[in-house]
């Protein structure tokens, strides 16, 4: 899988928007762009996937660039419980035979101020 | 419906004992995955099972750690003889079958992780 950059950590004030954002200049057409959350002393939890086109679901909205290159994660409003760290991974969607493993890179710590 | 499980939640032991790990995937998930953070590191992982069968072992560390899977139900993690190294939190996931939806589409499901403490 392609690599992706992303801040360590950001803050954001509780009910405020969050973005969080992605880099992933070495995409390749068919990789997915996923993203993931960590809630502390949990395991990973998914959020949100895309390839192309922008995505909303009921936790998230998945914004991504024309070029595909970049990406943003959009909490619309931030609550205490998003308090995590945020993870975007890429998947080939011609994995194929092989395995489907996950790879985790640093991840963004989000830290949400009340 | 529940989630994937893992059991224990935590467990210390001195190095050189044996230390099992278990995980209940959720129920109809084919799929069962091992990953592992060891203390400042990032999530790796460690295998794939499919069913009971071993689709991808690459991420074990050495032949001091043994998966299985029998009857492709639960999944257990042997670590034997547990190193200080190996101290981390072991996290297990599963996912149906990737190829039911588009391809690179498949959520997995974590579980809440074991953490190990070897002293």
Sequence with gaps: DAKTTQPNSMESNEEEPVHLPCNHST????????WYRQLPSQGPEYVIHGLTSNVNNRMASLAIAEDRKSSTLILHRATLRDAAVYYCILRD???????????FGKGTKLSVIP | EAGVTQFPSHSVIEKGQTVTLRCDPISGHDNLYWYRRVMGKEIKFLLHFVKESKQDESGMPNNRFLAERTGGTYSTLKVQPAELEDSGVYFCASSQDPLLGPPGTDTQYFGPGTRLTVL
């Design chain 1, 27 to 34: 995409i390749s057409g068919t990789d997915y762009i996923h």
């Design chain 1, 93 to 103: 969607r011609y994995s194929g035979a092989g395995s489907y493993q996950l790879t």
